[in-house]
């Protein structure tokens, strides 16, 4: 079947039923909304299909997330499973490519009410480290879901730091099996998704000991459940880790291994073989595999998490819109909350960000394919700089969008705080980011470490990659610009961003230098500069987002609205990050207090000039009403009818009368003779 | 019958299970944890009171909250509801009276998990707003649950705005009624608590309308439900408004009326009355109501606020004490987190956050009893004073208090994204507080507003209240620092929080009477301002913040192991908001670029000093491990053993094999052939 042309999801013409207050808003845009949705989409062929499987999803009731925020933990299980299920039958019959967009749309739309996520890096990494062999009787098993897998990675006493892995597999010569198991309690596999109550397989991560040795980490294939009853397999104890803040969908597990055997077989080997007579061979170029964590990274930006602050901010403007409260003119109506600078200054900043991190997202999948290339080709000179790239980047976007969401929730007022908004769900899922995949801090220090590297190597004269190349810079001296005006000018403000983190990493690593020449040990020199470390990580990776975004406006060049307003968010962004670390531009009097003055007028000007686009700025991420699901933000703007609609359906308002029958009723029949 | 002295409860004994890792923190603190516990408690005889509450209400297994996190939001309330009426029964056979310090222990203790906390502002309102005839009629059935209460004043529409709300209340002459309506659908009262599934009565705020002359809002008493089968009342329409971010507890609720008619004498009369003719008559002092609002935000703080963010830190930093992640020096067994910079520097300043808004919570007290006694004598003076402070300082410790528990929930990694950690339920229940009470912006452009009119009156060489008499300075010169050892001295840090908030305010009042003499109307100029207005009285509350925790040092000059670390906690807090708004304080060349580097060394250095007490620090808020129902942070760091149980008894490991054999084993069994 193929699809037909179907637009009408997307929100873009004014109906009828709209909120006057909210119709208003998209009456003069400055620039082509649908162009601006083409661009986000990558194509105007790509927003069709979307909004085709769009439609088509929001024609199957299967598919309805109406009730997903009265559902216990249990029931998002459940429907996740079924949907998820319902699902794959459902895109077979369409005969959807394996890689084609529609499977892609299909998932991005649905990702919060779906299993089987984690079954997806199983496949992954069967096909990234196994045999061709191994690759032929797991891989086509895992597609159809005939067995159900996870990757066993993280520990309950473990995460980030990978040598510190306590399970261990121990080969046994005689019986050609590798023994597994968990030797403590803090050894047990932890957090992995689809392992509490859904896997039947799992690419287990353990220490692997050939006659007494220790080789390190290895992954073996692992059957934890029976096919037939689901029953754990000799050795095996597994379940459910509990509640957590969001990600009921997923069945985050427990599991512990004792005298678990696999046979010798089932140690995935495509770079590491131990023979029948246990001796160890190192075969391939494993470093391809480091891309394989490196793309996930720049995949979870751009399919989750931009698009988390994305949809925050599209709640939270066009609620903003609608909201009146106040007079701003003594005798006028109340006024819109988003005319109140305080409002704009919340929001704003936060719809700048996720233009921004959009951009970056598309440069880092642009160097990310030209790595892969080069690394296939045994060219390994970039993967130190992706690394220290994905890493920072990783870092400031799972950062600013979590408290981007939040701002956007606590922007609403009370209303936010409600689940039928949308918005605590969005932040409670984001904040998972900054944890997942690397945590935050200790992201930041390996992307310190290669900027200290790439520093000494400036020093002596070495050339440096491209994304660091201002680091051969001698001194940045002052900025020079004269009026706010001349903020505007992206020239001015990557210079200003550039010197900010030059000087942060020449501070740190002068102070590294000097402690460790003052007879501290390198390890404790580097604790005690890893504060200062980690902020100048942090510098480089926002100058690299705003460079970035500065770069992307040369490409619309022949698209001066789409451009203009591209540029007024490029440099809202720019400004903001000054205005929020004014000491960060100050010191040694790069900027002086009358700069900064003009910095803050320069930012606070912008801040009506893009509110007059802020509906249009959120409309062009075209979310549907089904994807937002929230009260407050639908296109239409009726947002109280709507949180009065949801609210009538909360289970809440079903308990019925047993309460009061237990509780009450002895107590309040006492006022009935003195009422 | 008399409490026994029971002081088993209190953590502050070395007991043989707990973690070795742990248990060393606690060999050698530089200061008498037992002596700060009760500093904390405002006396031994408190610290004593509090234990014995504390086991008498462990050793009911009514009181349990273990199952807390499994719970759905229907569970939640009919728990609270259950609980709540056996604790009043219990607390009445203990006889313990009525203030006292006991039913005070057991509130703290189980806030979260009771019912009926809006009955109490119910109550207190009618104390406030009701002739002595109402009080006599109401207060004594409400006292004993015979009718249950909620204040509704908040609409769908309308929050902190009062002037905005909708709902009428026309006085009809012929039969000597109100007749109260809700107009619109933003109209409806909204989130009022105990409203949604409990109250039988609500005290409702309403525009009062006398012969179509309208005299602002007014309370009116209604009857909402029916006593006998607690059905609405004939014109209303009343429901729970769904689920929350947290609060399962409280049933948050929606009322609509429509034409319900009310006798003459159900409107609360102290302050203004109808007469039987239709006409209106003012009478009395109504000043003192306002204390009520700035009293209940002091309470705020003091009983749910502080406590939030002092639990999060205790479970932040036990847990840091027991994780080991990583090699800090090569070859040595892991390292406990809180050995590395970079975790002291995210939880070091929130436990510094937490002393120091204790004590601000005690300065407010302390000044809101002088404002009480004085507004009670018909002296006014302090009243603009008393609601900038108790404004501002909502705002900073709701603020900074969310923020921290935050940092020390994402601190503690993935574990802390589980709910059985505690701190998810810390995080959102803390966050509410920003917003409610009066919306944190709105309450910091009403102090700005204060100041601003304060600077004007020092411009002209008026006297000025005490907190803000610094306004009076003509120029703050420059800071004289030499090194680093100079900024732990509180009259520098001091100066320079003086300094700051006196700029802001000062360029912020420029701006503003330059934008009015340049011919823009005064509420557009204001709005033009308010980013740094706002801006303005958060540095006025933190330079409060600081100064009353310096103050609060001299009290124990007799106590110098206690005084040497508060004073590290004093300046950890004052440090870090240097360095965590650099800028601020560089403007007009106040802190030079050197100085600042001082400020950093001396803030880092502070850091390993104060880890070593950090344990001790958290074991003096004596929080129980039923208190802090956390299985990271129990006394005894057994965190992953906890976890472990906790997660077993998880209802995600009680879903049976219903989803295996439904949706599962069909796709499985096609594999039972291949495997």
């Given at each position: 079947m193929a699809m037909q042309k179907v637009n009408t999801l997307s929100p873009n013409s004014s109906g009828k039923d709209v909120n006057p207050d909210l119709d208003i808003e998209r009456k003069n845009p400055s620039f082509n909304v649908e162009r601006l949705t083409n661009i986000l989409d990558g194509g105007a062929e790509n927003t069709r299909i979307r909004r085709a499987v769009d439609t088509w999803l929001q024609k199957d009731p299967e598919f309805s997330t109406e009730r997903q925020y009265f559902l216990t933990q249990n029931e998002r299980y459940e429907n996740a499973i079924r949907k998820s299920i319902y699902l794959a039958k459902k895109m077979d019959e369409m005969g959807w490519a394996e890689d084609g967009p529609e499977r892609k749309y299909c998932h991005r739309a649905l990702s919060c009410n779906l299993a089987f996520n984690v079954h997806k890096v199983f496949l992954t990494s069967i096909l990234g480290l196994g045999t061709d062999e191994q690759i032929a009787k797991w891989v086509p098993l895992a597609k159809k879901f005939y067995i159900a897998g996870t990757y066993a990675q993280t520990e309950l006493g473990h995460g980030t730091y990978l040598r510190g892995l306590e399970t261990t597999a121990t080969f046994d010569v005689a019986t050609q099996e590798f023994i597994l198991n968990t030797p403590s309690i803090s050894a047990m596999k932890w957090w992995p998704g689809d392992l509490g109550r859904t896997a039947t397989h799992a690419v287990v991560f353990a220490q692997l000991y050939l006659k007494d040795k220790c080789y390190g980490m290895h992954p073996f294939m692992l059957q934890i459940r029976s096919l037939r009853d689901h029953s754990p397999m000799p050795g095996i104890t597994v379940g459910d880790i509990g509640p957590k803040m969001s990600f009921e969908n997923v069945d985050n597990g427990f599991l512990i291994m004792k005298n678990v055997r696999v046979p010798?077989?089932?140690?995935?080997?495509?770079f590491s073989q131990v023979l029948p007579d246990g001796q160890y061979r190192k075969q391939g170029a494993?470093?391809?595999?480091y891309l394989t964590m490196m793309v996930v990274r720049t995949q979870i930006l751009q399919a989750e998490v931009v698009p988390l602050l994305m949809k925050a901010c599209t709640i939270a403007i066009r609620y903003s819109a609608v909201r009146r409260q106040s007079e701003l003119k003594p005798g006028d109506p109340e006024s819109k909350i988003l005319d109140y600078q305080t409002q704009q200054q919340k929001l704003l900043p936060q719809l700048a960000t996720a233009y921004a991190f959009f951009f970056v997202g598309e440069y880092l999948l642009e160097i990310f394919n030209k790595g892969y290339r080069e690394t296939k080709e045994g060219i390994f000179d970039m993967l130190p700089e992706l690394h220290a790239l994905t890493s920072g980047i990783k870092v400031i976007a799972t950062d600013y969008s979590s408290l981007g969401a939040e701002v956007c929730r606590k922007a609403c007022g009370g209303h936010g705080y409600s689940l039928l908004s949308g918005l605590p769900f969005l932040c409670t899922r984001v904040l998972a980011s900054c944890t997942y995949e690397g945590e935050n801090t200790v992201l930041l220090l390996q992307t310190a470490r290669f900027l200290i590297k790439c520093l000494g190597a400036a020093t002596s004269g070495k050339p440096l990659p491209p994304s660091v190349a201002y680091l051969s810079s001698r001194s940045f001296g002052k900025?020079?610009?004269?009026?706010?005006?001349?903020?505007?000018n992206p020239d001015v403000y990557m210079d200003a961003y550039r010197q900010r983190s030059f000087r942060l990493l020449r501070t740190a690593a002068s102070k590294l230098q000097m402690l460790i020449q003052s007879g501290i040990a390198q390890y404790d020199a580097w604790n005690q500069c890893s504060v200062q470390l980690a902020q100048a990580a942090m510098a480089h990776s926002h100058y690299i987002v705003v460079e970035k975004f500065v770069e992307a406006l040369a490409r619309f060049g022949q698209e001066p609205a789409i451009q203009r307003i591209l540029k007024h968010l490029c440099d809202l962004f720019a400004l903001h990050g000054i205005h929020s670390d004014v000491g960060g531009f100050m010191q040694e009097g790069y900027l002086s207090t009358d700069q900064i003055a003009m910095v803050t007028e320069s930012y606070l000007d912008l801040l009506p000039v893009i509110r007059r686009d802020a509906v249009p700025l959120v409309d062009a991420f075209d979310f549907s009403d089904a994807n937002l699901n929230s009260a407050l933000g639908c296109y239409d703007g009726r947002a109280y009818e709507r949180l009065y609609e949801w609210a009538k359906k909360s289970p809440t308002n079903q308990q019925g009368n047993h309460v009061f029958k237990t509780y009450l009723k002895p107590l309040f029949q006492n006022a009935l003779s003195k009422l």
């Open positions: 010798r077989e089932n140690m995935l080997s495509r494993e470093k391809i595999n900025c020079e610009a004269k009026e706010k005006g001349d903020f505007l």
